[in-house]
């Protein structure tokens, strides 16, 4: 539709022009002695029209001539600036599909603007790193601090480290990261890695601070971190009563309740003497949730009144009359008390719900203790072979 309204405006004109040329009575006198020229006025505006036209038409073919070195320098640097891009992006999607090899040949050796050298040498370490390929690994990471990308490299170099369980240099990658973003979420969760692998529980306990104030962690994570923490730090304290007794009573009720850190809480108190306190913890902790391992530790408490102890346990008995854990601690509790009988009794029961190493060998010392060598030989005997069966 375009060029047909062209066609009419240029027929217009053209008519126009004709008619316009036919009736002008007006002419040109060109005179340059010894000649003499006469041309129409519309003749003389057509040979200039046409002479501007053409000066125009030469000055951009000469324009062109002289730029055209240039013309073709830019038209060879776009082919290869389209090609190095085709060639990243033929990186980035090997990477995708899981061809490593690939990656690692494309965009360790791709070379284009600095931003982007960066992007493909990390990636490219990322590749060498699924093909355990540990030298290409660390000159790809070299070259991706150098182009600009160390953030990048710092980040993965320390989520490699921690791969193969070395914190300590993964620490050193993070520390050097965290001069370029302090506060980098996905940072502080390698750091908080790094520093449980090592031991630092108290770091690790500020970092999950941080990490859940920040919604970093899902719950669940969170919450075994939490217990983590908990029970490693309770451990470190056993050696301090101050300490311990401080720590202890800043951890939420909910947690001095939780198995794994009840556990932990109640065996740092007993390494410092204080059973009584040990077993209001493991007496909370098994009101809240049943747990054989608390249970078991019940027994190896020695509180200031024996008999309340046992008293406390006949009462969970009667609410787990098949626990034969409850039953071995019962068991325990007895002996203690040099109540022989209740404690045969006890053990027979436990036995008899449920046949461990444990419970006989503590049958072969009872039938040790009441003279009779043959039948604990004989329990001795089921002992080993049940540790032998496991």
């Known amino acids: ?72 320098r830019e038209q060879r640097e776009r082919r290869a600036a389209r090609k190095r891009d085709e060639n990243f992006v033929g990186g980035l999607r090997a990477y995708a599909e899981y061809r490593y090899q690939d990656a690692e040949q494309s965009l360790g050796q791709w070379l284009g603007d600095e931003p982007r050298i960066g992007l493909a040498r990390v990636l490219a370490a990322r590749a060498a790193q699924e093909m355990r390929a540990i030298a290409q690994r660390e000159r790809h990471i070299q070259e991706a601090t150098e182009h600009g990308a160390e953030l990048a490299a710092q980040l993965f170099e320390a989520e490699a480290r921690l791969d193969a369980k070395d914190a300590t240099a993964a620490l050193v990658a993070i520390n050097r990261a965290k ?23 108290d770091e690790a306990e500020r970092l999950l601070d941080a990490l859940i104030r920040s919604n970093a962690l899902e719950p669940g994570v969170a919450a075994q971190s939490r217990r983590m923490v908990y029970a490693e730090n309770l451990k470190r304290r056993a050696e301090d009563d101050r300490g311990l007794l401080e720590y202890w009573k800043k951890i939420p009720a909910d947690f001095k309740a939780d198995p794994w850190v009840a556990r932990a809480g109640a065996r740092a108190f007993m390494q410092r003497g204080g059973h009584d306190t040990a077993l209001d913890v493991l007496e909370t902790a098994l009101g809240r949730e049943w747990n054989e391992e608390l249970v078991a530790l019940y027994g190896e408490v020695r509180g200031s009144n024996p008999t309340r102890q046992i008293e406390q346990a006949e009462k969970w008995l009667h609410a787990q009359p098949r626990d034969a854990q409850l039953l071995l601690t019962l068991t325990q509790l007895c002996s203690v008390q040099q109540l022989w009988g209740k404690a045969q009794s006890y053990l027979e029961a436990s036995l008899a719900i449920a046949a461990s190493a444990d419970g006989h060998i503590r049958m072969a010392e009872l039938k040790n203790q009441s003279g009779q060598p043959g039948e604990a030989c004989l329990h001795y005997q089921k002992a080993l072979a049940l540790c032998r069966a496991q």
């Not at 973003?181 to 630092?200: C, D, I, N, S, V």
């Open 1 to 72: 539709m375009r060029w047909l309204i062209s066609l009419l405006i240029v027929a217009v004109l053209a008519v126009a022009l004709a008619m316009a040329g036919r009736y002008d009575p007006g002419y040109v006198v060109l005179v340059y002695p010894p000649w003499r020229m006469e041309i129409s006025f519309i003749g003389f505006v057509l040979a200039v029209v046409g002479m501007v036209v053409g000066g125009i038409v030469l000055l951009r073919l000469a324009m062109l001539t002289l730029n055209l070195p240039g013309i073709v």
């Open 179 to 201: 001069e370029i973003a302090p506060q980098h979420t996905a940072l502080l969760r390698l750091e908080l890695k790094a520093r449980q692998m090592t031991g630092q529980w």
